[in-house]
T-cell receptor
Framework: AQTVTQSQPEMSVQEAETVTLSCTYDTSENNYYLFWYKQPPSRQMILVIRQEAYKQQNATENRFSVNFQKAAKSFSLKISDSQLGDTAMYFCAFMAPQGGSEKLVFGKGMKLTVNP | GAGVSQSPSNKVTEKGKDVELRCDPISGHTALYWYRQSLGQGLEFLIYFQGNSAPDKSGLPSDRFSAERTGGSVSTLTIQRTQQEDSAVYLC?????????????FGPGTRLLVL
């Protein structure tokens, strides 16, 4: 069974600084997808960034980028120039499409606080 | 356009009662997902619908849980004979074509409290 581990339950960072959130996963699959989701205090979950395992290039979305290390099964999220609005729970998630299913496996999340 | 909506936003029920949670996906989205988020935990996959295909029910925790999606649109998650451990936020999400090609959009969730 696939598992996703977020070892840091909580982090804080000063506004405008850079922070890295760690995520590791365990799978025997070769074709899979990785995601980072953000859940602000308002509760609505939104996608931050995604990475296809077959792509060697790390995904980037504006201030958000990932460091995808396939051999190490590591998928960390870097947030540059942190903003107060980045305060949220962040969840790492994994999906290996099998038999047409799209079952997402989530980590337990990490609470990020950006301080002014 | 309108996002994913869920109703009710909050539900308090007594142990042993049945509850129905509703999800209205974004119009035209073929894929629909249900998740459960317990306090301090990540999201737990419950069920996945894709078009007219048989749903993936592998995440449903017991036979007290069931879900249906009528006409490829609205979905209802039913919990029979609720237990206190069913207390959680139930999140619904939809995607135009599925996660391989598209992102999924989440609703605000239904917070269920079983007394």
């Amino acid at each position: 069974a696939q598992t996703v581990t977020q070892s840091q339950p909580e982090m804080s960072v000063q506004e405008a600084e850079t922070v890295t959130l760690s995520c590791t996963y365990d799978t025997s699959e070769n074709n899979y997808y990785l995601f980072w989701y953000k859940q602000p205090p308002s509760r609505q979950m939104i996608l931050v960034i995604r990475q296809e395992a077959y792509k060697q290039q790390n995904a980037t979305e504006n201030r958000f980028s990932v460091n995808f290390q396939k051999a190490a099964k590591s998928f960390s999220l870097k947030i540059s120039d942190s903003q107060l609005g980045d305060t949220a729970m962040y969840f790492c998630a994994f999906m290996a499409p099998q038999g047409g299913s799209e079952k997402l496996v989530f980590g337990k999340g990490m609470k990020l606080t950006v301080n002014p | 356009g309108a996002g994913v909506s869920q109703s009710p936003s909050n539900k308090v029920t007594e142990k042993g009662k049945d509850v129905e949670l509703r999800c209205d996906p974004i119009s035209g989205h073929t894929a629909l997902y249900w998740y459960r988020q317990s306090l301090g935990q990540g999201l737990e996959f419950l069920i996945y619908f894709q078009g007219n295909s048989a749903p993936d029910k592998s995440g449903l925790p017991s036979d007290r849980f069931s879900a249906e999606r009528t006409g490829g649109s609205v979905s209802t998650l039913t919990i029979q004979r609720t237990q206190q451990e069913d207390s959680a936020v139930y999140l619904c999400a939809s995607s135009l074509l599925g996660l391989i090609q598209e992102t999924q959009y989440f609703g605000p969730g239904t917070r269920l409290l079983v007394l």
